[in-house]
């Protein structure tokens, strides 16, 4: 047999034989362990030996998968990130195609469902950034990832419903940041009501087929 064919059937049998791996059971755990506490307690306040003691994992096993507490932190971040991300979409999908400003009107059904959900603590990425001020911190960068994608999302939205769209995503971010931090001190039904009352206001100025 050529060294070419020998090669080929090879390949093939690597790859019958090989199984996808899973996940890390022990990775899974620290991070869904790390982001609870992360969420409700802050970053800074949790130490590795809680987040160790409360996923019963060994500190060489959290070190196998987390060089350091840092990487911890973004991997939280990221996770949190396309957490909402796969929620949007859902949400998105979901929505039955109508007016223009449907997609608007889902994002903000959408943030007024985060304010609601029992345990909310606020944005898990305002209150990272809180704790995490210079630009070049890999922990800031991976929250204004998320933002900018945020922003992103918004501003495509409003297209639809505007020449204006910048101005008017620009101005959905800032009432949805808003209701975020109001909805851990005020009353989550009034804040909610608010926040979707700005949005229509904002949807009011604008010229859009209503059809």
Not at 46 to 60: F, N, P, Y
Not at 69 to 79: A, C, E, M, N, P
Not at 90 to 118: C, E, M, N, Y
């Amino acid at each position: 047999m050529l060294d070419a064919e020998r090669s080929i059937h090879y390949d093939r049998a690597m790859a019958a034989t090989t199984v996808p791996q899973r996940p890390s059971e022990a990775r899974e755990r620290l991070l869904r362990t790390a982001s609870g506490l992360f969420y409700t307690k802050g970053i800074h306040a949790v130490g590795i030996d809680e987040i160790l003691s409360r996923a019963q994992v060994t500190r060489a096993t959290f070190y196998r998968h987390f060089p350091s507490k840092d990487d911890l932190i973004v991997q939280y971040i990221r996770t949190a990130d396309q957490g909402i991300r796969d929620a949007v979409a859902t949400a998105t999908a979901a929505a039955k195609p109508g007016a223009a400003d449907s997609g608007v009107r889902t994002l903000a059904d959408f943030v007024a469902g985060q304010i609601k959900t029992p345990g909310f603590r606020g944005c898990a990425f305002l209150n990272a950034a809180a704790e995490y001020r210079e630009l070049e911190d890999p922990i800031r960068q991976a929250i204004v990832t998320h933002r900018s994608w945020f922003y992103d999302t918004v501003l495509d939205a409003f297209s639809r419903v505007t020449d204006r769209a910048p101005q008017a995503a620009a101005h959905f971010v800032m009432l949805r940041d808003g209701a975020m931090t109001e909805g851990c001190f005020v009353d989550r039904d009034t804040v909610t009501a608010t926040f979707l009352a700005g949005v229509d206001g904002m949807l009011a100025t604008f010229d859009y087929d209503r059809s």
